[in-house]
C-alpha cells in the first residue's frame, strides 16, 4: 500500500502541481480542520482526491486504454 501511494504521489505531483494551486487547497483543507468545519473539511478533501485522480486519469501516458472524458476506450 505504501508503494502504491509513493507512485500516485510522483505522479501527481508532476502533473497536478503546474496545472493547480495545491498549497492553496492543502491551506484550505486545514483551516476548515483546525476551525472544527467537519463537512466543509470531507468536502474540500474529496475534492482535492477527485481533481487529482482526475489530471493522472487523463494522461495518456500513464493510462493509454482511456480516453479524454476517463472512460474505457
Do not use: W
Not at 505531483?13 to 467537519?38: C, N, W, Y
Amino acid at each position: 500500500m505504501a508503494d502504491q501511494l509513493y507512485r500516485y504521489r510522483r505522479l501527481s505531483i508532476q502533473k497536478a502541481f503546474p496545472t493547480r494551486h495545491v498549497a492553496d487547497e492543502h491551506q484550505a483543507i486545514m483551516s476548515a480542520v483546525l476551525s472544527g468545519r467537519t463537512d466543509e473539511a470531507v468536502a474540500l478533501l474529496a475534492a482535492h482526491y477527485r481533481q487529482t485522480a482526475e489530471v493522472i486519469l487523463r494522461d495518456q501516458r500513464i493510462f493509454p486504454e482511456l480516453r479524454d472524458d476517463g472512460e474505457v476506450a
